[in-house]
């Protein structure tokens, strides 16, 4: 089944038309995931080309779901756009359909403007967000599948873990720590590493427990906020499947900015061993190192007799 | 982004909100020509630098290390006690609590007004990260260590979350005029500034207001004693007057070299510098060198999709740290290729002349190729397949555990 994004899911781009957009719509429509079409303001009734074959470009949301009846929509739009963006979609997708899922890609939108945009999105109750700044959130298929974002396709097969992470390139590591012992995912969602973001891990763990397809959760956090903890709490008192961790930032310095918006730690809250300690104590084993995340979750496995 | 007192008491003051008159001096002459201006028996003479614990902090000579004064904040009860405290602070190092031991330079200093204090608060506006609000925090137990209060008796604090759709709500405010036990005179004056200041916090984008202490004088009046004022970076292209306010020598220069180039860099104290893409893996690369037995000199993300000019400054950077004794270059290609990285690798020590110890782990897309582009290079570079192979490489080749 996996979660909230099937194999076959169709995808608007919003930002098409634009460098990034247009890149990674060609990585997407490569590795095979149902792109629709796209949305650019001004753009709409131009088509783009991609690998040989043209889209069409709507200038609303409301028009590209009318017309395409998309499942989800993917946003490569600028930071000073990108709130407008999320809201206008979020909107679109609940009054046309009252559900879809908005994946938003773009770094360095202003907090207050996703405080506002979190808001709207709440509101819809089937609409749900991931990111931003995230890689995106990826369904393997038997062939191809459904990325929605700016994951390396190829890295991935379809199976039986769900990946949960604030990281990118964590994240593909996570990926290739569970090829490593023979795993593939069912789905992998990168949830951003901004302080305020659609998607939490809670929201993940929960669908993963839900999931029949899900064995097992891998769940990769950073320095910053108390997100980790809380999950923690939710799994300890919510979780029957085995979930195992790693949290990036053990040597991160107080009060700095460790790249991600997010990744500071702040009067002493949202430090890495803290945040390992909750997860030990709730009971998701948890890697020193990332090259790690492969034995760690064999281990889990075989402790709930799933190997 | 932070910008010093003086600049926050002037937003303050743009607004229409209650601080004391105060001036920004460089020199000994200025802080005592502005105690002659200000007209006032008592003023405070207040080191500009951004970082807080100021009043606890001490100052010592930069040469020397010889303490020079305790206090980063003093009252002057005259011209020549002015002249006196500012030349123990100008020019010299200010150590606080969060300064670490290096401490800053003073270059700046305020000179403001003293008032009659009937009482002091603590006061902020921040971004709760998990409710998703902006969040007013006040206390009456001001002026003092505003951690220690929230570890000894959090009950003390008293927390406001302000729905942005619904603005800063009058009931919201009475609530924090009840708890803070403010009279109705006090009460009218902190209701009228509180509006004033969270429309600056979101007009502004900031990313945090700290007002510590915000004193009751003894005329029942509320005023901003202190200003410590972040924004939020993301936001400033759209505040091009916040921009002009940043104070380049109060940050790391190497930092801000970095972010000019597009490139997230953090200097650290050990010696093996890291070049990685990605900010969860750079953190975690860093994590994995202290494993085994090292010590990061850096954190550096050269971003997702990095090409090979930015992988050659990044380069620069970490040289320019003389500390740094080898280098570990920690790949995941994703849509950028490893071979391309490599050829990347392999420009910039060419270019860089590059004499410590250098190991490269590439993985991803395209490794193989990478891999091979390196080992077919006459140039001294170790590769490894894992990141924990990569650390214990350089770890080694650096000279072990210290």
């Known amino acids: 089944m996996a979660i909230w994004i099937k194999e076959d899911a169709k995808v608007l781009v919003q930002g098409i038309t634009g460098k990034q957009g247009q890149f990674h719509a060609d990585k997407m429509v490569e590795y095979g995931t149902n792109i629709v079409g796209g949305c650019t303001p001004g753009k709409g009734g131009q088509t783009v080309n991609l690998q040989g074959k043209d889209f069409p470009v709507w200038n609303t949301m409301k028009e590209a779901i009318q017309t395409t009846d998309a499942d989800a929509t993917v946003i490569y739009v600028p930071p000073p756009f990108a709130g407008g963006a999320i809201i206008e979609a979020a909107d679109a997708f609940d009054s046309l359909k009252g559900n879809g899922v908005i994946v938003c890609i773009t770094e360095g939108i202003p907090t207050l403007d996703m405080i506002k945009a979190t808001a709207f999105v709440n509101e819809k109750k089937g609409v749900r967000l991931i990111g931003p700044n995230c890689p995106g959130i990826i369904t393997p298929g038997e062939n191809g599948g459904a990325k929605i974002g700016i994951m390396p396709g190829h890295i991935h097969a379809k199976g039986r873990i769900g990946i949960v992470s604030k990281s990118g390139t964590l994240t593909y590591e996570a990926v290739a720590q569970t090829m490593s012992i023979g795993e593939g995912q069912t789905t992998c969602v990168g949830i951003g590493g901004d302080p305020v973001n659609g998607t939490g891990f809670i929201d993940c763990l929960s669908a993963f427990e839900n999931d029949k397809e899900t064995a097992a959760v891998v769940m990769i956090g950073e320095i910053g906020g108390t997100a980790e903890e809380e999950a923690a709490k939710w799994v300890s008192e919510h979780m029957t499947k085995p979930v195992v961790g790693f949290v990036a930032g053990m040597t991160a310095p107080p009060g700095k900015r460790m790249g991600h918006a997010g990744a500071i730690i702040s009067g002493g809250k949202g430090t890495a061993k803290e945040k390992v300690s909750a997860m030990e104590s709730a009971g998701i084993s948890c890697a020193n190192d990332p090259s790690e995340i492969g034995k760690v979750l064999l281990k889990a496995l075989e402790d709930a007799g799933l190997r | ?402």
């Open chain 2, 1 to 402: 982004m932070n910008i010093h007192e003086y600049q926050g008491k002037q937003l303050f003051k743009m607004q229409g909100l209650p601080v004391q008159n105060g001036i920004h001096c460089k020199t000994i002459q200025e802080a005592m020509n502005a105690y002659d201006y200000l007209g006032s028996e008592i003023v405070a003479v207040k080191s500009q630098i951004h970082a807080g614990g100021r009043g606890k902090g001490s100052l010592y000579n930069p040469e020397t290390n010889e303490l020079v004064m305790e206090g980063g904040v003093k009252i002057a009860f005259n011209k020549d006690e002015v002249e006196k405290y500012a030349s123990s602070i100008l020019g010299n190092k200010l150590v606080t609590k969060q300064t670490g031991e290096n401490g800053k330079i003073v270059n700046n200093l305020y000179i403001e007004a003293g008032c009659s204090i009937a009482h002091e608060y603590y006061l902020a506006i921040l971004v709760d990260r998990e409710m998703r609000m902006p969040l007013i925090m006040a206390s009456k137990e001001g002026g003092m260590d505003i951690e220690e209060v929230a570890e000894n008796t959090p009950e003390a604090i008293h927390k406001i979350h302000v729905d942005l759709s619904k603005g800063l709500l009058d009931s919201q405010i009475n609530t924090l005029c009840n708890s803070l036990e403010l009279n109705d005179v006090a009460a009218k004056s902190f209701a009228i500034m509180i509006k004033g200041l969270f429309t600056l916090f979101v007009e502004k984008d900031c990313s945090m207001v700290e007002i510590n202490p915000l004193v009751k004088t003894t005329n029942d009046e509320m005023i901003l004693l202190d200003a410590k004022v972040g924004f939020d970076e993301n936001a400033l292209f759209r505040h091009q007057d916040i921009l002009e306010l940043r104070d380049l020598s109060e940050e790391e220069a190497t930092e801000v070299k970095a972010k000019d180039t597009g490139l997230s860099y953090v200097k650290l104290e050990g010696n093996i510098g890291c070049l990685v893409n990605g900010a969860g893996l750079a953190m975690a690369t860093m994590d994995v060198i202290k494993l085994y037995g090292g010590e990061p000199a850096n954190f550096l993300d050269v971003g997702g999709g990095a090409n090979e000019e930015q992988v050659k400054t990044a380069f620069s950077i970490i040289l320019d740290d003389p500390a740094v004794k080898g280098i570990l270059v920690n790949i995941f290609g994703g849509i950028m290729r490893c071979d391309i990285i490599a050829r990347g690798v392999i420009g910039a020590t060419q270019a860089l002349d590059l004499d410590v110890p250098l190991v490269v782990r590439l993985v991803g897309t395209n490794f193989e190729e990478g891999r091979k582009i390196l080992s077919e290079s006459d140039l001294n570079i170790h590769t490894a397949e894992t990141l924990a192979e990569g650390a214990q490489k350089i770890v080694s080749l650096i000279g072990g555990e210290e």
